[in-house]
């Protein structure tokens, strides 16, 4: 069975690099986004699919398309997600209900229709956050969302090991994508890069070859993890200096 990954989010940062890293190594692509101008140079094993991953009938359809064009994926990699920074008294039950839906409901539906069509040896991996294990000023919101995905990754990884489904999922440290572009301007960059031990940001390459590392079959004994690609942000701290 020829390698196929469908990835959800697909016009995003970290999506990117995945999408062209798995290119090189010649694996089949569907590529689901709502923005498909975005995608730039697809090789000609990418095929691009417009749909909402929000919605059942989104990401139904994108699972029939992939289906269609090459046939059952044998990874899926939800990168969906938004970067919503704002302490929780100024947070609005709307607001948190749209951050819950992107980034939990979008796993939840991903996950559903993953798991009943993929054959064993098939790999699925989602996006958590460093904000779930590591408590940062404004993150309420994104550490309740990411928490329920690692939630939704250890217990389908369970549900689903005896059918020889993997499921783990990445929890990055501040990446650069144009997501976070505010986020990677002085002076707030040099603030980050010091809450990093090892110094510096991500970049969507680092975070990829994570998700390429989970969904190669070679990692066949690798279920139920969150992997931290977070520069050392979740488990270190630096001496202090000057």
Request: one cysteine or more; a neutral charge; hydrophobic letters at 40%.
């Amino acid at each position: 069975m020829e390698p196929h990954l469908i990835v959800f989010g697909a016009s995003g940062g970290i999506a990117t690099a995945l999408r062209k890293q798995l290119e090189k190594k010649e694996w089949n692509i569907t590529a689901v986004t709502r923005n498909p101008d975005k995608i730039t140079d697809p090789s000609d094993r990418t095929h691009i699919f417009e749909a909402d991953a929000t919605t059942e009938s989104g990401v139904r359809a994108a699972f029939e398309f992939a289906e269609e064009q090459v046939g059952t994926p044998t990874a899926v990699v939800n990168c969906l997600g938004n970067v919503f920074l704002k302490p929780v008294h100024r947070t609005t039950a709307v607001e948190f209900s749209d951050v819950m839906k992107l980034h939990v409901f979008s796993s939840f539906l991903i996950l559903k229709y993953a798991c009943g069509r993929l054959k064993a040896e098939s790999s699925i991996a989602l996006l958590s956050s460093v904000a779930v294990q590591t408590g940062l000023p404004n993150h309420e919101a994104i550490a309740a969302a990411k928490g329920a995905v690692e939630g939704l990754v250890r217990s389908s990884a369970a549900t689903y090991a005896n059918k020889g489904i993997r499921v783990n999922g990445v929890a990055p440290g501040l990446t650069e994508t144009p997501a976070t572009a505010q986020l990677c301007k002085p002076p707030a960059r040099q603030v980050s890069e010091k809450m990093h031990p090892l110094g510096r940001i991500g970049t969507p390459d680092d975070v990829a070859s994570a998700l390429v590392w989970l969904v190669d079959p070679a990692q066949s004994w690798v279920t139920g993890q969150i992997l931290h690609v977070d520069g050392g942000l979740g488990q270190l701290r630096k001496l202090p200096t000057g």
